[in-house]
T-cell receptor
Framework: GAGVSQTPSNKVTEKGKYVELRCDPISGHTALYWYRQSLGQGPEFLIY????????DSGLPNDRFFAVRPEGSVSTLKIQRTERGDSAVYLC??????????????FGPGTRLTVL | AQKITQTQPGMFVQEKEAVTLDCTYDTSDPSYGLFWYKQPSSGEMIFLIY??????QNATEGRYSLNFQKARKSANLVISASQLGDSAMYFC???????????????FGKGTHLIIQP
């Protein structure tokens, strides 16, 4: 079946602009995760959805970052007033089960965000 | 303190040799899972292998095996008979489940850049 998809694959924007990054998880996966990967680093957790609700947003760096998953499937990561330091690859992952169990997370190809 | 430590920034290995990528972790949570992912230059994170903290046997998946030493808090990845296509970044990651654990996402190490030479 289809894997996790993310759009756009690349996004170039100017400092101060607003951007939206989209993630379409594997069909039937209830859990969805967003990560940010800076150059030369491992991914860093941002937010986790269980169904439609954000179960854990402890990784969001500040209130400029927000994510939604209104119907429990597709998710959008929104960044307001972008800064050059937001430049990174934003990865989305999904897993079949959620909550207190451990399940394998499958990643999408990522969106490379560049803030000029 | 780092929760996941990968001490080898880069490794060069001859094709067909076995290779061990080191990973040590730090947690006080008795229930956790350990993962290895491969990230080729294309950028996608590819799941390789998983080990649960309560699993009695070391995980294996084809040419990949995980050398899990719980008392030492290490979870090294072993790739047997390396191939040119194994050249990539490799990340060790952990997910903690219990009340003493961290966020619900994975915590990743900084990765090891593996290069397989012909």
């Amino acid at each position: 079946g289809a894997g996790v998809s993310q759009t756009p694959s690349n996004k170039v924007t100017e400092k101060g602009k607003y951007v939206e990054l989209r993630c379409d998880p594997i069909s039937g996966h209830t859990a969805l995760y967003w990560y940010r990967q800076s150059l030369g680093q491992g991914p860093e957790f941002l937010i986790y959805f269980q169904g439609t609700g954000a179960a854990d947003d402890s990784g969001l760096p500040n209130d400029r970052f927000f994510a939604v998953r209104p119907e429990g499937s597709v998710s959008t990561l929104k960044i307001q007033r972008t800064e050059r330091g937001d430049s990174a690859v934003y990865l989305c992952a999904s897993s079949l089960i959620a909550g207190g169990q451990i399940d394998t997370q499958y990643f999408g190809p990522g969106t490379r965000l560049t803030v000029l | 303190a780092q929760k996941i430590t990968q001490t080898q920034p880069g490794m060069f290995v001859q094709e067909k040799e076995a290779v061990t990528l080191d990973c040590t972790y730090d947690t006080s949570d008795p229930s956790y899972g350990l993962f290895w992912y491969k990230q080729p230059s294309s950028g996608e994170m590819i799941f390789l292998i998983y080990q649960g903290s309560y699993d009695q046997q070391n995980a294996t998946e084809g040419r990949y095996s995980l050398n899990f030493q719980k008392a030492r808090k290490s979870a090294n990845l072993v790739i047997s008979a390396s191939q040119l296509g194994d050249s990539a970044m490799y990340f060790c990651a952990m997910r903690e489940v219990g009340s003493g654990g961290g966020a619900d996402g994975l915590t990743f190490g900084k990765g090891t850049h593996l290069i397989i030479q012909p």
